[in-house]
């Protein structure tokens, strides 16, 4: 059974520019969220979507945006990128109850220069 | 909103010797509790999971969890360390809101494991 995907693995970025990062769920899981992580902030909840709604969103500005497709496949969009947005980039996904639990993705390292 | 705190940023054990990683946890009902590892430059593996299930949790790779509610604790030992058992450990709560779920991380204890 394939694991969560997310593309790319690596990508760099100039302040200012746009970026959309993409997760492939598990076969047959609903359920995707990402998460931010960064040594001073550790791993921070962006948002959660299931059945191409969002039913979830985290204390991010708006510039974070995502959207779920009708496969569940997921994108995450950050406009105007800033210097802290360099972050590895999680996506975790699940049947769609938290009691399953959540299978999580290599990441996509964001570098903004 | 659920939250974890882990009570050691750095824990530092003997190969072959036990492995206690403390978390306790807040929560205002019966929580969904999650351990998960995180090795160099990896994603996250998840070692195990507290549904209001049994509160002696087994997960993979020997490691297991108690979920204790009288102490708000669900600590994560291992009766033996190993070299690979060297990585980042992630207590996690999962937060529902808006009908969703949002997993709330502490905010790590880093594993040494010396020969």
């Known amino acids: 059974k394939a694991g969560v995907t997310q593309t790319p693995r690596y990508l760099i970025k100039t302040r200012g520019q746009q970026v959309t990062l993409s997760c492939s769920p598990i076969s047959g899981h609903r359920s995707v969220s990402w998460y931010q992580q960064t040594p001073g902030q550790g791993l921070q909840f962006l948002f959660e979507?299931?059945?191409?709604?969002?039913?979830n969103k985290g204390n991010f500005p708006g510039r974070f945006s995502g959207r779920q497709f009708s496969n569940s496949r997921s994108e995450m969009n950050v406009s105007t990128l800033e210097l802290g947005d360099s972050a590895l980039y999680l996506c975790a996904s699940s049947p769609g109850q938290d009691y399953y639990g959540y299978t999580f993705g290599s990441g996509t390292r964001l570098t903004v220069v | 909103a659920q939250s974890v705190t882990q009570l050691d940023s750095h824990v530092s054990v003997s190969e072959g010797t036990p492995v206690l990683l403390r978390c306790n946890y807040s929560?205002?009902?019966?929580?969904?509790l999650f351990w998960y590892v995180q090795h160099p430059n990896k994603g996250l593996q998840l070692l195990l999971k507290?549904?209001?299930?049994?509160?002696l949790v087994k997960g993979i790779n020997g490691f297991e969890a108690e979920f204790k509610k009288s102490e708000t604790s669900f600590h994560l030992t291992k009766p033996s360390a190993h070299m690979s058992d060297a990585a980042e450990y992630f207590c996690v709560v999962s937060d529902s809101g808006n009908s969703g779920y949002a997993l709330n991380f502490g905010k790590g204890t880093s594993l040494l494991v010396t020969p």
């Open positions: 507290y549904t209001s299930a049994a509160t």
């Open positions: 979507y299931f059945s191409e709604t969002q039913r």
């Open positions: 929560s205002s009902y019966s929580p969904s």
